[in-house]
């Protein structure tokens, strides 16, 4: 029997230790692997994490954050991609609501994040996995009719951030994008990997520039959907900055909103040179053309006439990572000469 002691001694030691250490985790800052650049665990809380305490006035909601999320979900695509990109797969419990497959880049992070509903979550549901933040994409993910308001979440003890295209106070521009990917960044405590970040998102767009220098921008008209009307991109969304950074004009860059619906006739009075069609949902991008050159209203439109049509997922075309890559695809569709 006493030869046993030591060892029941080291072990309970060693017990003690990993229960300490799994303790002073909690509520710390994720740091980054030096290999990888992905999220690592928490390294300590025996001070307060770095940088912390952090205050975000967002789309009119003031809140401080004493330490960076730990159990946080995603609502809508953009949202959802914004988190991955920045490597906080770590922090998430939850998502909800794709639009589109996932970015192939980011797919092996997705995967290993639970998803808690096809679309929006119930008020239900998102108690009953326990978040500290949630954060949403369109303003729908914070439906009050649903209950999922944000000052009832907060009520809940759930701190929320709102896509900052959906509160703007202006146009929304290029550089929102950056401060969007810095406002989360900030959140979670990790501030180099949103600068790394932007750094590559934004490289295409040289290029782009560059092989469009000097071109004339051709007359664009966007159709999202609509049978009687068109829902169209407006002049304060993200779209619109993509449509100019692609070379083209929006013809309905006067709505004074980032979406809006149009007459048919309207658009025919615009007469674009090109349609780009955003592709989502279960409308397939054949049955839109289709629709659109059989409209009598549209019979002597340009892009009808000379049947010019471009297509973006509408994942590419709201205020998230895919926003260069949308401005480089149009562009190719659009100026396709200029990338030979």
Excluded at 2 to 29: D, K, N
Excluded at 66 to 92: C, D
Excluded at 265 to 286: F, H, K, L, S
Aim: aromatic share 8%.
């Amino acid at each position: 029997m006493t030869g046993r002691r030591p060892l029941s001694l080291l072990l309970a030691l060693l017990s003690a230790l990993i229960s300490a250490a799994l303790v002073a985790a909690c509520g710390a800052a994720p740091t980054d692997d030096a290999t990888t650049g992905r999220a690592t665990a928490p390294a300590t809380d025996s001070a307060p994490a770095a940088g912390f305490p952090v205050t975000i006035d967002n789309c009119g909601v003031t809140t401080t954050y004493e330490s960076p999320p730990r159990r946080a979900v995603s609502i809508n695509q953009h949202a959802t991609e914004v988190m991955l990109a920045l490597g906080l797969e770590q922090s998430m419990i939850g998502t909800a609501y794709l639009d589109d497959k996932i970015l192939p880049e980011y797919q092996a992070a997705y995967d290993g994040v639970k998803v808690l509903a096809k679309e929006n979550p119930s008020y239900e549901a998102l108690l009953a996995e326990e978040p500290d933040f949630v954060y949403g994409g369109f303003a729908s993910a914070f439906d009050a009719k649903e209950g999922r308001a944000r000052d009832a979440l907060g009520k809940a003890g759930i701190k929320t951030y709102l896509n900052i295209e959906e509160c703007p106070s202006g146009p929304v521009t290029m550089p929102m994008m950056d401060q969007e990917i810095r406002n989360v960044a900030k959140i979670f405590g990790v501030p180099d990997r949103a600068e790394k970040l932007i750094a590559r998102l934004r490289a295409p767009l040289s290029e782009v520039q560059e092989k469009l220098a000097g071109v004339t921008p051709v007359k664009l008209f966007v159709y999202d959907s609509g049978d009687k009307t068109a829902f169209t991109a407006g002049g304060k969304g993200i779209g619109n900055e993509i449509i100019k950074a692609a070379g083209a004009e929006n013809v309905f860059a006067d709505v004074d909103k980032a979406w809006g619906d149009v007459s048919f006739e309207q658009v025919a009075e615009r007469a674009p040179e090109w349609i780009v069609i955003y592709d989502y949902g279960d409308q397939p991008v054949a049955d839109k053309k289709k629709f659109l050159l059989s409209n009598p209203a549209l019979a002597d439109v340009p892009a009808i006439k000379e049947e010019r049509f471009a297509v973006l997922p509408l994942s590419s075309a709201v205020l998230g990572v895919r926003v260069p890559s949308a401005v480089d695809s149009l562009a190719r569709q659009i100026h396709a000469d200029k990338f030979k």
